[in-house]
């Protein structure tokens, strides 16, 4: 598929994207993005879970103008259905919320990588499960991401304290700072959709100009190819 062909996709699929801030998890299986959702929306059990991998369907939810979406991990099931499914849903975010469980310790190459491959996306980290919260991991993370030139924000949040029953724990969650930055960027994020595809519609009609200057050049050098063999013709008559 051309350059083109493939900014007319992505144009198109824009276009038809929800009027919605999109906002999906992503990371690895049992990092927490479903119990995340969860927190976020405010309501247990709504984004399901399991104890094993096992392969998920993409489950959405909608609230006042945004569409929460789970996906099922960035770690491949036997058949890779699962990633395939996630990489689809990458292309139509707004807002990734990438997952990272504080007990599994700094990041590991497939998540790394992750983020060195989509430093132009809109990526919020989130250090989930903050009641294994170390300093020493939160450094280590912080290290990777400075030595690789990545410049998420972090956010480090407690699905588990964001249910709790008392008050005083649940305002140590760190779900109600996030969903505020959220929030507060969605406008922010949707005009920045359309400036995206005033862009790309800019690099179409580029590269259009740029194929139909190809095309007249070439049509220029058939017409005089046929203007010289017309008069070499002539010429060649004439002596007869």
């Keep these: 598929m051309s350059n083109l062909d493939l900014k007319i996709e992505e144009i198109e699929e824009l276009k038809n994207r929800s009027k919605n801030l999109q906002i999906i998890t992503y990371g690895k299986y049992n990092h ?34 945004i569409n929460w979406i789970d996906t099922p991990g960035l770690d491949a099931d036997i058949e890779e259905k699962d990633d395939y499914k996630a990489n689809e849903m990458l292309k139509k975010s707004d807002i990734i919320l990438f997952v990272h469980n504080f007990k599994e310790g700094e990041f590991d190459n497939l998540e790394l990588n992750f983020l060195k491959d989509n430093k132009e996306k809109y990526i919020f980290i989130i250090l989930t499960n903050l009641e294994e919260y170390s300093k020493t991991v939160l450094n280590k993370i912080t290290q990777q991401l400075v030595l690789n030139n990545i410049n998420f924000e972090i956010f480090q949040t407690s699905s588990v304290r964001e249910f709790h029953k008392n008050e005083q724990i649940r305002l140590r969650s760190g779900i109600k700072e996030l969903k505020n930055v ?26 259009i100009d740029s194929k139909l200057e190809k095309l007249e ?10 203007y010289n063999l017309n008069n070499k013709f002539i010429k060649e008559k004439n002596k007869v």
């Design 32 to 65: 927490g993005k479903s119990s995340l959702l969860n927190a976020l929306t405010n309501k247990e059990g709504r984004f399901k879970y399991a104890d094993k991998r096992e392969t998920i369907e993409i489950q959405n939810f909608e609230e006042f103008g």
């Design 217 to 226: 050049n070439k049509k220029s050098e058939i017409y005089n190819k046929i």
């Design 182 to 207: 959220i929030i507060e960027n969605k406008q922010y994020l949707l005009d920045s959709r359309q400036s995206y595809i005033n862009r790309i519609s800019n690099d179409i009609i580029i590269l």
